[in-house]
């Protein structure tokens, strides 16, 4: 499996954490975020990562924002991306088995470090259910 990973300024320390916590797993990593805290433009990033699932470069991606909120939509205006925001180790369960996400957002001012981790770790165990769900996924 491999992971494209993108994030802004507020999300540098989550990503190193959750690098480091999937490289652990045998899990291949491409960054597509910055690695400083220098103020950048968290489209970028939502639409690199967008971009590396759309060319087959990554099986899945994450996101990371201060609110997860705009490099989600930014991620979100390529087709076939259905990327969630998501707070809780629940709240990514469900946008995987229900939704099928294929990219996860996680809000960097809402979540600890090791909390982030554990989502991420609940959206790539979480396989996606199908039946009645597949009928809705069809229609996003």
Known sequence: ????????????DYKKAIVAF???KGIEVLNCGTDTSESVDYPDFGHAVAKALEENKADLGIVICGSGNGIAMSANKHPHIRCAVCWTKELSALARAHNNANVLSIPARFTAIEQAVDIANTFLNTPFEGGRHERRVKKI
């Open 22 to 24: 999937l490289e652990s």
């Open 1 to 12: 499996m491999k992971i494209a990973i993108g994030n802004d300024h507020a999300g540098v």
